[in-house]
């Protein structure tokens, strides 16, 4: 008996081995389903030959998938909270499976868009990941923990990264060739249902079986409490920018780069991914940034570089020409963006947007520890929302305006409206609170969080 109490491992040891298995899990989880969330963007472009889309009949299919994968994050934040991420995520790796294999056989515009829906709900993974580590993770590693679980947003290169290594893919080889499909792209839903069923075995195999719950007992009305906080819907809009735009732009790129550099789906994809690798890969240096510096001067950083890059990006290309007296006419200021100046640019706006998402979700459990699956939830659906709103947005201003740029003007006026707040904001608080105030705007007292709900 003496010998199997000196070989148990400590408590501590023990939660941290728990929390690391919860963490790796749920990032490998949250990886795949934010691929199979995503995987229209760039298989779209073979969707939209096949049954003769429009450019917003196509962009809907995108939109559709965003919309389910954001709608029931609030609720699903919560049940997280109540009965804990293990069941909660293995139900949403092996719910998903069902419309995905459905989507194998799909042959109608109509049918593509109801199992994009449904498929769609993917997406959701995110708030219950949220809320799971939160559980599981000291509140000093939650911005680092959260940042790394975060980084699975990856997962919507998987798809782009499979087309470019097998190409054939996509245009009716392998599984096509043998039969197994009317044409090739079907073969990506089909891996995927695969390996929904495959992690899904993982996750109960290897978190631990005694889950921690944060809102065990919880009544309903003290869990929706915090969203009556302005605070709340403030932080939602910034994800809406840092995140929302960056699922619309991963799933919109692919086709931007086809229709506008006259380049193969290939190369768009892998163009593509430059963009998404930052914007996911470097959430935990935006976590590790957050708990050095602050939530809120890394998000005056983020908002900064995306003005800058988005300002750039949204002037159409042209000229001004002038006409002069004797009938003559002069061309100047000549403004064109190449391939690779472009996408230099939005790969320096992917990393605004990587480190910017890990800083938003920073202020969550440092305002809210004991409702995270709730505020987590409800940030994360809005932000999700905006992908859904947006790819149809750029679709639309292209349409109205001619200029595909307008892409990045709107952008640019979601991001300024942020700032403005964010900044208006701060300017409130150091004006009613002390001088003290100005040297640590992360000091979190009661003065503080008051005067942050009123604005």
């Not at 499909?181 to 109960?204: D, E, H, K, Q």
């Not at 440092?366 to 699956?373: K, L, R, S």
């Amino acid at each position: 008996m003496a010998l199997a109490e000196s070989a148990a491992p400590p408590a501590g040891r023990a939660d941290h081995s728990g929390a690391n298995r919860v963490l790796w899990m749920s990032t490998l989880a949250f990886t795949l389903m934010f691929a199979v969330w995503l995987m229209f963007g760039v298989l779209g472009v073979p969707i939209q030959k096949e049954l003769g889309l429009s450019d917003p009949e196509l962009a809907w299919i995108s939109a559709v998938a965003v919309l389910n994968g954001s709608m029931w994050r609030l609720p699903a934040g919560m049940l997280t909270d109540r009965i804990g991420g293990r069941i909660v995520t293995v139900a949403m790796l092996l719910l998903t499976a069902i419309p995905c294999f459905f989507l194998t056989q799909v042959g109608s515009y109509g049918a593509l868009l109801i199992l994009a829906f449904f498929v769609g709900f993917a997406g959701n993974l995110f708030s219950v990941g949220i809320a799971w580590n939160s559980a599981w993770t000291p509140r000093e590693r939650q911005g680092y923990a959260l940042g790394v679980f975060g980084a699975g947003n990856v997962g919507a290169s998987v798809t782009k990264l499979l087309v470019v290594l097998f190409p054939g893919l996509v245009v009716g080889g392998g599984a096509a060739a043998a039969g197994f499909f009317p044409s090739g792209w079907r073969v990506f839903p089909a891996i995927y249902t695969i390996a929904l069923v495959a992690v899904a075995v993982l996750t109960l195999l290897i978190v631990p079986r005694k889950d921690k719950i944060a809102g065990a007992g919880k009544p309903l009305t003290e869990m929706l409490a915090p969203l009556k906080l302005v605070r709340v819907w403030r932080f939602s809009l910034y994800y809406v920018v840092v995140f929302g735009a960056y699922v619309a732009l991963s799933a919109w790129m692919p086709k931007y780069y086809v229709d506008n550099f006259a380049i193969e789906l290939r190369t768009a994809a892998l163009l593509t991914a430059l963009f998404i690798f930052p914007a996911s890969l470097l959430r935990p240096v935006g976590g590790i940034f957050s708990d050095r510096f602050g939530a809120r001067r890394v998000m005056y950083w983020t908002f900064g570089v995306m003005l800058l890059v988005s300002g750039i990006l949204m002037m159409p290309n042209g000229h001004i020409v002038i006409n002069h007296a004797d009938g003559s006419s002069s061309e100047h200021l000549g403004y064109t963006i190449g391939v690779v100046p472009f996408t230099i640019l939005l790969f320096i706006l992917g990393c605004a947007m990587g480190i910017g998402k890990a800083a938003v979700y920073k202020h969550i459990p440092e305002y809210f520890p004991d409702n995270v699956g709730s505020v987590g939830g409800l940030v994360g659906m809005l932000g999700g929302l905006g992908g859904f709103f947006l790819p149809p947005l750029f679709a639309y201003t292209k349409v109205w305006t001619g200029f595909p740029t307008s892409t990045f003007f709107v952008l640019f006026i979601l991001t300024a409206i942020c700032a403005i707040w964010m900044h208006w904001t701060v300017v409130r608080m150091l004006h009613h609170q002390s001088p003290e105030l100005a040297r640590d705007l992360e000091l979190k007292t009661e003065e503080v969080n008051e005067m942050e709900a009123v604005s």
